[in-house]
């Protein structure tokens, strides 16, 4: 974004313009904007939780304080100092032709070098747009935390389905296995290997509840609500392919990146300050205005006796310190170039960002369809084939526990890629500063 002293003259103006317009709108629906609430219940959906987060989270909320603070502070940083007024009053009276002097009142403005108040306007305007910026970053990190748990526990819950499916067929080849040591058909050491099997499953079980339970509780944490309350899983992950073209994505991610749009507003409010630091080096001027009370005249016959005075005053300062003056003027240089220098830091930090987070939603989404298509049904079969084979007696158990182990590793990465796909692709839109609340932003704040 461009900032010129022109501009921000021209918004000062409007803003002056609106400023009753405004005030009468925000009266009006004050109501309506805090009646929106947003509540979580068991039909709630992700879109709802980030909903929640925004209404909620503090670390959003104080963002958006400060960048509420900065912009309220814009118009006074281009504002005019207060004039000043002054009363004397003689403790001896100064004698005139026209009268004693009794008392004198003094009004006078001070006014910077020409451009000196534009410059800090353009500055202080920039700095709002850099914190505004940065509410949008730590927002897009708290919308990533959030969908990172919420696929986060999706996985854990698909896998405790999982386990429990295995479970129950374990239980069910337990029996088998039971009826056939009975007879003597197999040895005690295989159906002690199938009892195993059945109990490490049981304790992944567990270790599953609790993993969901932990990761439950840290979901809460962000939302802001007691860390016991139950999420509920109503948002289906997305498996199909969304990825724009490469050339399309760098695109979106140099004109909208919060931490891009951070810097480079810095990088204005710095050379606005530059700016600044020069016009700081010339003169200022103070005009003013003298009011003074006098008495009649001691002697009578005086003309013009007891006429009040008045006096107009014209003053400068004298930026005689050259060493100072050239000394501020080279920090501001010295922190354009710095901040000139950060810009181009986090171009390529978000473009070597940017290629490793497509990689890996590509990848995930790879991975899954190849986990679908293939490896699961090919496990299933050999499961089955080799479960028959087991009944028959021309396999044992160990070979049925092997197949059985192979489906649960590759049905566990399908989900676990799913959830690295979603979980991905809500890294790559925040680097994007895609939010799935940008446009209801505004409503949602307090």
Do not use: C
């Amino acid at each position: 974004m461009k900032y010129n002293h022109r501009g921000y003259k021209k918004l000062s103006a409007l803003r002056e313009k609106i400023a009753f317009v405004a005030l009468a709108l925000v009266m009006g629906g004050a109501s309506q904007v805090s009646a929106q609430t947003v509540t979580l219940d068991s039909n709630s959906t992700l879109e709802d939780y980030l909903r929640f987060a925004a209404k909620n989270n503090p670390a959003t909320l104080s963002a958006g304080y400060r960048y509420e603070s900065a912009h309220a502070g814009v118009s006074a940083a281009g504002a005019l100092p207060n004039p000043r007024i002054s009363y004397s009053h003689f403790l001896e009276s100064v004698e005139t032709r026209v009268g004693p002097q009794r008392r004198k009142l003094s009004i006078s403005q001070t006014i910077p070098w020409f451009g000196s108040l534009g410059a800090q306007g353009v500055a202080a305007e920039a700095n709002a747009e850099a914190l505004n910026a940065t509410r949008s970053d730590i927002w897009n990190n708290i919308e990533v935390k959030i969908r990172h748990l919420y696929f986060e526990i999706y996985f854990q819950n698909q896998l405790a389905e999982i386990i429990a499916e295995h479970l129950s067929l374990l239980g069910a080849l337990e029996s088998v296995g039971q009826r056939k040591y009975s007879v003597g058909q197999i040895s005690q050491s295989k159906l002690l290997s199938l009892q195993m099997e059945r109990a490490r499953l049981a304790d992944e079980e567990i270790t599953v509840g609790e993993n969901i339970n932990r990761l439950s509780a840290g979901l809460n944490a962000t939302l802001n609500r007691p860390l016991s309350e139950t999420i509920y899983l109503n948002t289906t992950p997305d498996t199909i392919d969304v990825l724009d073209t490469e050339q399309n994505l760098r695109i979106k991610l140099m004109n909208q990146n919060p931490l891009l749009s951070r810097a480079n507003s810095l990088h204005e409010m710095a050379k606005a300050k530059e700016s600044w630091a020069g016009k700081r080096s010339l003169p200022s001027f103070t005009f003013g205005f003298d009011y003074i009370d006098i008495d009649e005249a001691v002697m009578p016959g005086v003309t013009e006796s007891g006429k009040d005075a008045y006096a107009v005053r014209i003053g400068m300062s004298l930026p005689l310190w050259f060493g100072k003056n050239s000394s501020r003027t080279r920090s501001a240089r010295a922190f354009k170039e710095a901040a000139r220098e950060s810009v181009v830091k986090v171009e390529r930090e978000l473009d070597q960002r940017l290629s490793e987070l497509r990689f890996e939603v590509k990848e995930a989404l790879r991975k899954s369809k190849l986990y679908k298509s293939s490896l699961i049904p090919l496990a299933r079969q050999s499961m089955f084939l080799i479960k028959k084979s087991f009944e028959t007696g021309d396999v044992d158990f160990r070979h049925l526990i092997d197949s059985q182990r192979e489906l649960l590793d590759y049905q566990s990465q399908y989900h676990r890629q799913i959830a690295n796909y979603n979980q991905y692709l809500a890294r790559l839109n925040a680097l994007l500063g895609k939010s799935s609340i940008d446009e209801d932003w505004s409503a949602l704040e307090k």
